[in-house]
Structure formats: structure tokens, C-alpha cells
């Protein structure tokens, strides 16, 4: 059973593979390579996930033909949406916030590899009303 506090533990073993990315890597590179080496790490960290996932959009019982894609869709509960940009804006925060509730995720990370430290400032990380519904522990 998910709990807060998984999804809690699952947030910063996420965050420490993208800080570990980060710190092997470097910022200044393209989206698509911290993709690749996050996939790696959480391979690496026996942390399963699906990649580019369609993130499926119903209107009204029927799926729309929509291309959505999900960066990560972790452990099948927890949305991670990456980006290497100057800054983040409310327009990546929406996205991420739409796919947490199109996947009824309790839980988002955004992460940005364009930054001097990914903990202190490269994420940031989002609950919903789901998160709420679950257990403490």
C-alpha cells in the first residue's frame, strides 16, 4: 500500500539520483542527456518507472487523442517531470500538476539540471488531493 510516508522516502531516493546525475554531469547540457543518465541511475538504484509515458486524457469516458507524455511515471505513483532551463515557469509547474492528476499521482517532482545545486534550488516537489487520501504510514 502507497503511504505518505513512501511516497516521502521515494521523493528523496528520486532527488538523490538526479543530484548524482547532476554532480557527474554538470548543468549546461540538453534535457534529453540528464533523461538518459536518470534512467540510468534509477536503473542503477533498482527504482522501477516507466519513460516517455502516455499520459492518457478522458473527456467524458472516451480517450482523446492526445500526446501527452510523462518524463517518469515512478513506481507507478509519483510523477517526475525534467527540464535543463533558465528558469522554471508556472507554465512547467501546470504540466506537471496536470499529468499528477490525469495519473491520479498523489505526488510530482520538477527537477531542473540547469542549476548550480539541485537540492537547494533544481527541484521542486508537489502533492495534490490524493496525497491527502492516503495513510501517514
Known amino acids: 500500500m502507497i503511504t505518505q510516508r513512501y511516497l516521502d522516502e521515494l521523493t528523496y531516493v528520486v532527488v538523490g539520483a538526479a543530484i548524482e546525475v547532476h554532480k557527474i554531469m554538470g548543468r549546461g547540457l540538453l534535457e534529453s542527456v540528464y ?3 536518470l534512467k540510468e ?3 542503477h538504484r ?7 509515458m502516455k499520459v492518457p486524457v478522458l473527456y467524458k469516458n472516451k480517450e482523446l487523442e492526445i500526446d501527452f507524455r510523462c518524463d517518469l511515471f515512478v513506481e507507478k505513483c509519483l510523477v517526475v517531470e525534467l ?4 528558469e522554471i515557469t508556472s507554465v512547467f509547474e501546470a504540466q506537471l500538476l496536470t499529468y499528477m492528476k490525469l495519473l491520479k499521482s498523489p505526488k510530482g517532482i520538477l527537477i531542473n539540471f540547469n542549476c548550480s545545486n539541485i537540492f537547494k534550488e533544481g527541484q521542486k ?13
Open 41 to 43: 541511475e534509477l536503473g
Open 35 to 37: 533523461h538518459q543518465c
Open 46 to 52: 533498482k527504482i522501477n518507472f516507466l519513460t516517455e
Open 125 to 137: 516537489t508537489y502533492v495534490n488531493e490524493y496525497f491527502n487520501l492516503l495513510p501517514k504510514n
Open 83 to 86: 527540464k535543463a532551463v533558465q
